[in-house]
């Protein structure tokens, strides 16, 4: 507050006034008049009105949200008068009739000058009167007007000394409980703008100014109510939340210095706009969910067993079985998972059995079972909330198509968008848009040829349909096939025979989406439309495909059970008939336990690693594919037309091959798919996904990398959709889909009897069982065992379905609520608007509005374009008021139109900011009629 | 912050992260950019808060400015003399209104602020045929044009005055499923 000096003077005028206010009952009164005192003076001495407010500022605070219209100023005043006189001039204008007349004296600048300093004047006092008026009608605010008058007479009682730093432990033994109250309330208040400062709309500077008065206030009259007996706690609490949100702060600091990627993502952000970050955003959403999971499936699974479980070779799960020991450190062995990395901890079939092991007593069949689930369990949670929360941003949007061209207007440029290339591709199609959907508005049928659009649609979807069958039927036959390789000798096997299933998968993955899309050029969508139908048919493939695969590997399954118990009970016998020779042969019963290295034990097929390989072979050979695409789809094609350009006889560059976009929709889908394997194959391959991070890892950079380097904008930048959700939603799909065949598993098929953290239980999930019947006090166990027990379960059931069905109908009943509500809110809003013109109260947003007008004086000269402006202004304005045509006609006369228009409106939205440069047309435009001069004018007309 | 010259108090820092949506840490790269436009203007240490301004034509070459069609709308609308001289306490304004966190209702203000061309507090039919322009380089036909700004107020003004006023405004853009998306500028 720079004019502190002047403030000491108008309160040491006041002074003399305030001290006799007596604190009893009647103070209002005596308030009331010595305000009406004080108003005397100020309407002589200008400057000392203006320290007035400025004090008054200091002592009222609580004030502000009441005297909405007096606020700016204050804050301002600390500028120059005279910027301050204009505005009020600019506010008043309108109101008075001179107002009006004032557009046709264009003579004398001076004069009008000379005219706002004396309106200033009156004005304030009105103010004054209005806000003293205010202050008796509203009784509830006389408790805060005592704390004031205290403050006040505190001041008084410092004779003077500039106001804040006034003692506050002279202020404690005349307050009353009351009071207390009061100030609390007030230091709530401040408190509260504190917190929502950053929202307003205002100019840093005045920002910064309230955030320091506030905050001295808060100082002041904390550490005041902190004293005295029986405040201790407040003030405690005080100081401790005053911790608390420092320690937020720095956290937040810390956590958004944590986040990684954010230059990089920027610098593709700039280049390729929102769409293509989006797609970056996403990664690294995914890579965090991911580190997420492989911490639960690494601290809690493998860390455990590499710790404390038995080492490796110890027992059969954990040895290289003796015929494959020669190839098993073979590269290409280890690169299908086969040999030492099958049978390491990387797969199911390492992990023991033994119910607790180590000194920690570690559960790990128990933990093994739980984090498995529990990575669905934490990964549905994050979807959804983060799904919940995009909802929340993203608009309503309940009126599409309401608003087709405003929206086109005010909200298509990417104001992320930093390279000229991907700027002009921007207008481009923000042009193309516009042009269609003139084209669209101006006929909206041209159906022409309608039915052989149909046909061409049917045959379409149809050889689309025949695509996807042929894809799912390609891959059961290389699954069978597989089955089929299996079980021959592996070194009559081809690699190409080795790896049939995943190539052919890849292959499909990357040679269909862009069959679909030649086909989809057949029917001639809308390239949004289209973009969707593409969409969802890549996404019915990879499903289709994903499916069939796992339906295939079911039948393996089946197949290794069968299998398994054939060696299972040979095993058993061989046993036996050890026991029994040995018993015959050595006559006695005790039977050492045979000896056998654990490299030839007789075992098991273990169908779960071998399901854990084959996602882990899967997951792997998407990886090889997607890379080296990129290399060779993106990196090799850039090389090459950059290079052959110079001696091409057509320009590559702009021509046929030209360089690759980046597909968002196909990377996304890619990248869903791919979580959902690792959700899918997590379970019986634990070092999956540590492999998914290093996959994220390496994509991040490798990608953002081709993406700069060789990648250009889209040509036609369409959004998948109008947020996030979309690619969420898939991922909910996706991860509910892999959630499917992982429980299915579990609850049904029996684990395999020789490998695995659940060998030797007939199912898994009875892991969990023994644990509550054995480990846990028994009357858990007698609770579950009512809870599981059908007479409690189908009520239980019928009750979900009850609250499903009730939550369903409240939500329809607030879905109706919330139309009504924007109904009404509707017809509120333009009923205000016709009530606008004459009314005075204005809401707060069109006070900042106002207030963020540039420094008046400081206006550039109008453009020339705007010369034009007024006719057209005229044209739409024209039946509203016939003055304004008048002053319409001289250039630049925008701002007048608007004094004219906004008269009834003591408001004037718009006023200042043209104003000066308008000034001496306006002027010159003929006398100002002597009533409107200086404070002679009187009052102006309520 | 070791030997290195301090470009603010504890407490300015403070000030600036209850009044923005930055961090310190970006408060200060802020600053970094702010001073990199003119090196030889803007002084490091700015702990008494110096009152210096960035003209436009600097400002604008910012590239996270130097490709938008309102680039110079943008810098006017965060000026204090609507000139398009920024102050730092204006620069940190506008990218503190621009960045990711802040409120809808803050980011409306500013965008009606923005599109409003001749700053009579109403978006007319000049400003929208400004605006579309700088959309389209001016490739559409003044018939065209006119159509489009027409569909325009048609849509979105509720009060028949044939020009948008900031509640028109608001009302419209709160519905705008990209808007959010769209204005904002990462710094």
């Known amino acids: ?49 203006d320290d007035d407010e400025d004090e008054e500022e200091d002592e009222a605070p609580r004030k502000r949200g009441r005297k909405k219209r007096a606020k700016p100023q204050d804050s301002d005043e600390d500028d120059e008068e005279d910027k301050r006189s204009v505005k009020n001039k600019g ?11 004032e557009r046709e004296d264009d003579s004398e600048d001076e004069r009008e000058t000379k005219k706002k300093a004396g309106k200033a004047v009156p004005k304030k006092e009105k103010e004054e009167k209005n806000l003293e008026k205010k202050g008796n009608v509203k009784g509830k605010e006389e408790k805060e007007k005592d704390a004031e008058k205290n403050k006040k007479k505190k001041k008084g009682k410092l004779s003077s000394s500039s106001s804040d730093s006034s003692s506050s432990d002279s202020a404690e033994e005349s307050l009353s409980e009351g009071e207390i109250e009061a100030l609390k309330e007030q230091v709530e208040e401040k408190k509260q703008l504190i917190a929502t400062l950053r929202n307003k709309p205002w100019r840093m500077k005045r920002r910064l100014l309230m955030l320091k008065e506030a905050q001295d206030f808060v100082e002041k009259f904390e550490g005041a109510l902190g004293k005295g007996k029986g405040r201790k706690f407040y003030a405690f609490k005080v100081m401790m939340t005053k911790k608390l949100i420092k320690f937020k702060r720095d956290f937040e600091n810390f956590k958004t210095a944590c986040i990684p990627w954010e230059r990089k993502i920027k610098e593709v952000e700039s280049h390729f706009g929102s769409s293509v970050a989006s797609y970056f955003i996403f990664l690294r959403w995914m890579y965090t969910l991911n580190l997420v999971l492989f911490g639960f499936q690494f601290g809690l699974v493998v860390l455990p067993e590499i710790m404390m479980g038995l080492p490796y070779g110890s027992i059969p799960r954990k040895t290289v079985p003796r015929e494959e020991q020669a190839t098993a450190m073979d590269l290409s062995v280890l690169l299908d ?32 079972l739980l984090v498995g689930i529990g990575i669905f369990g934490y990964s549905l949670m994050v979807v959804i909330k983060s799904m919940a929360r995009n909802a929340n941003e993203g608009g309503d949007g309940s009126d599409e198509g309401d608003f087709i061209f405003s929206w086109k207007m005010f909200t298509s440029w990417d104001y992320l968008i930093g390279n000229p290339e991907t700027a002009d591709n921007k207008y481009a199609s923000i042009t193309t848009s516009f042009k269609e959907s003139i084209v669209d508005e101006q006929e909206n049928q041209k159906d022409e040829n309608i039915h052989l659009r149909r046909f061409l649609r049917v045959l379409a979807n149809f050889l689309i349909l025949w695509c996807l069958g042929g894809s799912g039927y390609l891959i059961y036959f290389v699954v069978k ?18 790896n049939e299933v995943e190539f052919v998968m890849s292959l499909l993955g990357l040679v269909c989406p862009p069959l679909f899309e030649t086909i989809a050029e057949l029917e001639d969508y809308h390239p949004r439309i289209a973009l969707k139908w593409q969409l969802g048919r890549i996404f019915a493939l990879f499903l289709g495909n994903l499916y069939t695969f796992l339906f295939a590997l079911f039948d393996d399954v089946n197949e290794k059970l069968q299998n398994e118990k054939l060696i299972k009970n040979a095993t058993e016998w061989a046993l036996q008939e050890y026991q029994a020779n040995y018993t015959a042969y050595f006559n006695t019963t005790a039977v050492p336990p045979q000896v056998v290295n654990p490299a030839d034990v007789i075992r098991g097929p273990c169908w779960e690693t071998a399901v854990g390989i084959e996602f882990m072979k899967l997951t792997v050979s998407d990886i090889q594919v997607a890379y080296l695409m990129i290399l060779i789809g993106d990196f090799g094609r850039a090389v090459l037309v950059r290079f052959l350009n110079y001696c091409w006889c057509w320009d590559l560059e702009a021509g046929f091959p030209s360089y690759a976009e980046f597909a968002i929709s196909d990377n996304v889908l890619g990248l869903v798919f791919n979580q959902g394997m690792i959700w899918m194959g997590a379970f019986y391959a634990p070092g999956l996904v540590g492999l998914n991070i290093l996959r994220l890892l390496s994509s991040m950079y490798y990608q953002s990398w081709a993406v700069m380097a060789c990648n250009i904008p889209h040509e036609r930048v369409f959004k998948a959709s109008r947020s996030n959700n979309f690619y969420m939603g898939l991922l909910l799909l996706v991860l509910f889909l892999s959630l499917l065949p992982v ?34 006090p028994s009357f858990i166990s007698n609770i579950f065992s009512y809870a599981t027990n059908p007479g409690v379960i189908m009520p239980a059931v019928l009750l979900m379905v009850l609250a499903i069905y009730y939550l369903n109908s409240v939500s329809k009943g607030y879905q109706q609520a919330n139309k009504d509500l924007k109904k009404k809110m509707q017809i509120a809003r333009d009923e205000e608007k016709n009530r606008r013109n004459n009314k005075d109260s204005t809401n707060q947003v069109m006070k900042d509005l106002e207030d963020l007008l540039p420094n008046k004086s400081l206006i550039p000269p109008p453009a020339e374009e705007e010369e034009e402006t007024p006719i057209d202004v005229v044209v739409s304005k024209g039946k509203k008021s016939l003055k304004t045509k008048q002053g319409a006609k001289q250039d630049g006369v925008n701002l007048e139109r608007d004094v004219s228009l906004a008269a009834p409106n003591p408001r004037a939205p718009v006023t200042h900011g043209p104003r000066p440069r308008e000034r001496p047309p306006v002027n010159t435009r003929g006398p100002l009629p002597g009533p409107g001069r200086g404070r002679g004018r009187g009052g102006p007309p309520r | 912050m070791g030997n290195k010259q301090t470009t603010f108090t504890e407490e300015q820092l403070e000030a600036y992260q209850d009044c923005t949506y930055f961090t310190r840490k970006e ?7 702010y001073r990199e436009l003119a090196p030889h203007l803007v002084p490091l240490d700015y702990t008494n808060s110096p009152d210096i301004r960035v003209p436009l034509t ?28 920024l102050s730092f306490n204006d620069f940190v304004d506008m990218f503190s209104a621009l960045c990711e966190t802040s409120p809808r209702e803050l980011k409306t203000i500013y965008a009606f602020k923005i599109y409003d061309f001749n700053r009579d507090n109403f978006i007319c039919k000049e400003d929208l045929k400004k605006t579309l322009n700088k959309l389209t380089k001016g490739d559409l036909t003044s018939e065209e044009v ?42």
């Open chain 2, 58 to 85: 600097l400002i604008v070459t910012m590239p996270e400015l130097k490709e938008n069609p309102f680039r110079d709308r943008i810098v006017e609308t965060f000026s204090e003399d609507g000139l398009g001289n």
């Open chain 1, 91 to 101: 506010s008043k204008a309108p109101r008075s009739r001179a107002a009006k007349v």
């Open chain 1, 1 to 49: 507050m720079p004019p502190k000096k002047k403030s000491d003077l108008a309160i040491s005028v006041e002074e003399g006034m305030e001290v006799d206010a007596t604190d009893s009952g009647s103070e209002d009164e005596a308030r009331r008049r010595s305000r009406n005192r004080r108003v005397k003076p100020q309407r002589k001495v200008k400057c000392v009105s």
């Open chain 2, 27 to 33: 408060i200060l790269r802020l600053h970094s950019r």
């Open chain 1, 743 to 776: 429980v299915y598993t579990i609850m049904t098929m029996s684990p395999s009897f020789d490998c695995g953290p659940f060998s030797g239980q007939d199912k898994m999930y009875n892991v969990v069982m023994d644990t509550i019947n054995q480990d846990l």
């Open chain 1, 337 to 368: 998972f086969g040999g030492y990395s099958q049978y390491s901890f990387l797969f199911y079939g390492y992990y023991n059995n033994e119910k607790m092991i180590g000194l920690l007593k570690f559960r790990l069949p128990l933990s093994y």
């Open chain 1, 481 to 498: 096939r597989g089955q089929m390789f299996a079980q021959m000798n592996k070194e009559d096997l081809t690699w190409f025979q080795k």
């Open chain 2, 146 to 187: 006119a159509l489009v700004c027409d569909k325009a107020i048609e849509e979105a003004d509720l009060d028949g005055d044939s020009k948008l006023s900031f509640a028109d405004f608001e009302n419209m853009i709160s519905k705008a499923p990209d808007f959010l998306s769209n204005f904002h500028i990462r710094i």
